[in-house]
């Protein structure tokens, strides 16, 4: 007997920015033969942002469907209770569907958590999960899991959660569906590869974005290289765990039957603009990959420019399963333009309320074309992506008549989405950290250039220190 509803695998790599794939327009000498491969199979959104670009938010807008001024959650290391919200494990789980979840959680700080635990948010036939942070470098380190810390012993972490999510694809029985969350680690910093992935990178110039040349430290400057190898590495290793991954699904003989995506949970800026880390609006930062492949339903070798958003993943993955959204959601169903229907949204909504920027941060709205960013005070960002795809030529203050129409559409954005500048209180998790938050009572709505690099390289020390 066969399921009549089609599995979902979600796969996401931490800080993988969309440039950062072998099939898209960007980083030259990254190599992703496996990821290519599966680009084919399937459709590459071209326009797929992180609305909230920065782990606990993304992954909390990722499972809830919902703003992060909605859940209370902007920024890392605010754990509300999320199960009084609808959430993605409890909706597939009502469903009939086997949930599962392995890898990075960070949406909670206590991951020893029994099945049917409300903050397991109905992940409940698998749970294999370590803490969100960094520590002792989980790119390099033994896998260590909240039951087991003997589970995966002397394998590196990506390696043995893969392993995971194999043998819980094996175990599967096809007469009932089953949905899995795999959330691996790298690309995210410490930047240090393992020596097998980055070699291929090493020892050689690698092609940098054009605006790497604003970065602010001479010694910034000078690692920017080695920088550039140990994130193509890191990338290396996941896409070499992702072919693995789906050589054990079609071994399974259950590929025909899954829907695959492979996405990120936000960027990485990697020195363009002159800056490290996410949290910024611009494109390195806010846009992921987003592959999909449903064979017999999405059309293989296909691409949709058509922004789409982190909130719009937990109701199209209801659409292409037939299974009924929650109500009150905030993300749209895409379900239709996933199969070769008509686009369902010409613009999406990011907000960031903590971060580089002073409170209450910046807002902003992507379209296929467009990318803008504002202050409370005043327009930040505009660049014409068509023809200036890294973001060199900002055209607020050179183009007022298209700065005016697209700061309407983001003020119509926010007033749809019940966002207003001071409705989240500003004292949530990790907000204390940020630079800027001396300016954040009042100020100029945006740093300069030469304030904002030095905020970046303030925050670069801080999160290389012990216990960060």
């Not at 995971?164 to 995210?188: K, M, V």
Request: charged letters at 20%.
């Amino acid at each position: 007997m066969t399921s009549d509803r089609p599995n979902v695998l979600f796969v996401f790599s931490d800080q993988q920015r969309a440039s950062a794939v072998g099939c898209s327009y960007g980083d030259k000498d990254l190599m992703t033969p496996n990821l290519d491969l599966f680009a084919s199979e399937g459709i590459q959104l071209e326009t797929a942002v992180s609305n909230s670009p920065v782990c606990t938010p993304y992954r909390v807008t990722l499972v809830t469907g919902l703003y992060g001024h909605h859940t209370g959650v902007t920024t890392n290391n605010c754990y509300p209770d999320l199960s009084r919200h609808s959430h993605f494990g409890k909706t597939f789980g009502a469903a009939g569907y086997r949930c599962g979840y392995i890898g990075k959680w960070h949406v909670g700080e206590e991951v020893r958590l029994d099945a049917g635990h409300p903050m397991r948010l109905g992940f409940d036939h698998e749970w294999f999960v370590g803490v969100g942070g960094r520590h002792n470098n989980p790119n390099r380190d033994h896998a260590i899991n909240a039951h087991d810390t003997e589970v995966g012993k002397g394998q590196n972490r990506t390696e043995a959660e893969t392993n995971r999510a194999i043998e819980f694809i094996n175990n599967q029985d096809g007469a009932t569906p089953w949905c899995l969350f795999l959330s691996w680690y790298p690309p995210h910093p410490p930047l240090e590869s393992l020596d097998e992935y980055v070699k291929p990178y090493l020892d050689r110039e690698l092609s940098k974005h054009p605006t790497t040349w604003k970065l602010f430290h001479e010694d910034e400057l000078a690692a920017l290289n080695d920088n550039y190898a140990h994130y193509y590495g890191l990338i290396s290793q996941v896409d070499a765990e992702f072919g693995r991954l789906m050589q054990a699904l079609a071994a399974s003989g259950q590929a025909e039957d899954t829907i695959v995506i492979f996405t990120s949970d936000h960027g990485e800026m990697l020195g363009s603009q002159g800056l490290y880390s996410k949290h910024w609006p611009h494109r390195e930062s806010s846009q992921v990959p987003f592959l999909a492949r449903w064979p017999g339903n999405i059309d293989a070798d296909s691409r949709l420019g058509m922004p789409f958003g982190t909130p719009d993943i937990f109701p199209t993955l209801c659409g292409l399963a037939e299974i009924d959204k929650p109500l009150g959601l905030d993300g749209v169903d895409c379900s239709a333009a996933f199969l070769g229907g008509e686009p369902a949204q010409t613009s999406v909504y990011l907000a960031m309320q903590h971060g580089y920027v002073p409170w209450p941060g910046w807002r902003g709205l992507r379209t296929e074309r467009y990318n803008y960013a504002r202050t409370e005070e005043r327009p930040w960002i505009l660049f014409d992506l068509q023809n200036d795809p890294f973001e060199e030529h900002n055209l607020v203050g050179r183009n007022a008549s298209l700065v005016a129409e697209m700061d309407s559409l983001l003020l119509d954005a926010m007033s749809e989405s019940r966002d207003s500048w001071r409705g989240t209180s500003q004292q949530l998790g990790d907000w204390d950290l940020w630079p800027a938050r001396a300016q954040r009572s009042g100020g100029r709505g945006a740093l300069d250039d030469v304030m904002t690099r030095k905020a970046v390289s303030q925050k670069i020390q801080a999160q290389r220190q012990p216990g960060r």
